[in-house]
């Protein structure tokens, strides 16, 4: 009976068990046939990379590439900090001195009490256009005064000289002055004006410039600043905005400049940037806090008015539809069940402003 079970569980694969105690060293031998998966079979020698034409990276020696990209892409990757604050630290340390050394009694910064609470008209979600505009100025005029001694890489599209802007002549000595933070703010503010652009275009064009600068190797300066401020506020306007400012537009704008050369400009830009132009959300916040960190450390803040009692309601009523809002999904992410061991729970208090 048992030999009938075996026979059935491995058909023509071993010899029949040992039936006396004589056998007891039996061992069972493998039988192979032609359609036997263990078959010997002649193992042929191992191909190098080189000779498989495949150079494939292994996985151990790959470099943990998000790392890499977190430092040196501030605008891919929002824990990477932002290229313009880092070139900015130079001259702040230089100013806070000198407010140190020549301090005569300045206006001293206003604090919220419980009487009295000061905010701005400035925040993440609905930033203040003009406060904006000065602000990412500020940020591009450090990126041109502390620029690297080695320049870079030179990109003809971008170069004043090679693609003006006007039909007036361009300076021989173009390239040698930087331009004050009063030009540049002139410069944008003008074509955010005359194309009714939005203050969250400003802090994206933002991400654009530190964007082409990580990824093409090249430095903004005199010579090029214009056309890649213009770049970028064209891509930045095209992906922020629903209805877009079309590239005719800006030449009525500029007046001497062609819609082929913007065409182009456009085209250049995408292709530096390798089409990535991707701003999430963390970056975006990350740009924004940033400036404001800039703003104060050169006197740049929004000036602080008193809330006022038609502004609390206002908050209070968005306040009020946002939790209503979420108040199903907070319903859904409460437990059904908790432990007597831990009684302390969640409760959502409405804030109260006075």
């Given at each position: ?21 004589s ?57 990477a ?62 990126h041109?005064?502390n ?148 703003s ?5 803040s ?12 206002r ?40």
């Open positions: 009976m048992c030999w009938s079970r075996q026979r059935r569980f491995h058909p023509r694969c071993y010899d029949p068990p040992p039936r006396f105690s056998d007891l060293n039996y061992r069972p031998k493998l039988r192979r046939n032609a359609h036997s998966r263990l078959e010997s079979y002649n193992t042929e020698p191992e191909l190098s990379r080189e000779d498989t034409g495949c150079n494939l990276q292994h996985i151990s020696d790959r470099e943990n590439v998000d790392e890499l990209n977190m430092e040196y892409n501030p605008s891919d990757h929002p824990r900090s932002t290229i313009f604050l880092s070139k900015s630290q130079t001259d702040v340390r230089e100013k806070r001195k000198s407010l140190f050394m020549n301090y005569h009694g300045s206006t001293r910064r206003k604090h919220s009490s419980c009487s009295t609470i000061f905010l701005d008209d400035n925040t993440v979600s609905q930033p203040n256009l003009k406060f904006t505009i000065k602000c990412v100025s500020l940020a591009i005029y450090y041109i005064k620029r690297d001694t080695d320049g870079g890489m030179r990109q003809d599209i971008f170069d004043e000289k090679l693609h003006p802007l006007s039909k007036s002549e361009v300076p021989s000595d173009y390239d040698k002055h930087d331009p004050e933070q009063k030009q540049i703010y002139r410069f944008v503010r003008t074509l955010f004006s005359a194309a009714q652009l939005t203050a969250e275009c400003a802090i994206v064009t933002l991400v654009y410039v530190e964007r082409l600068l990580t990824y093409a190797e090249i430095d903004i300066g005199p010579e090029n600043w214009k056309r890649i401020v213009l770049g970028a506020i064209l891509l930045a306007s095209k992906v922020w905005d629903d209805q877009a400012v079309w590239n005719v537009d800006y030449c009525q704008i500029l007046k001497d400049i062609t819609v082929e050369d913007m065409n182009e400009l456009e085209r250049q830009f995408l292709e530096l940037l390798q089409f990535n132009i991707n701003v999430p959300s963390s970056v975006y916040a990350k740009y924004y806090f940033d400036l404001r960190s800039l104060e450390t050169n006197n740049l929004f000036p602080l008015e008193p809330l006022s009692r038609d502004k609390a309601q908050l209070e009523a968005i306040s009020r539809l946002c939790d209503d809002k979420y108040k199903d999904v907070r319903r859904a992410a409460k437990k059904r069940s908790a432990s007597t061991d831990n009684l302390v729970g969640m409760r959502w208090v409405p804030a109260i402003l006075s």
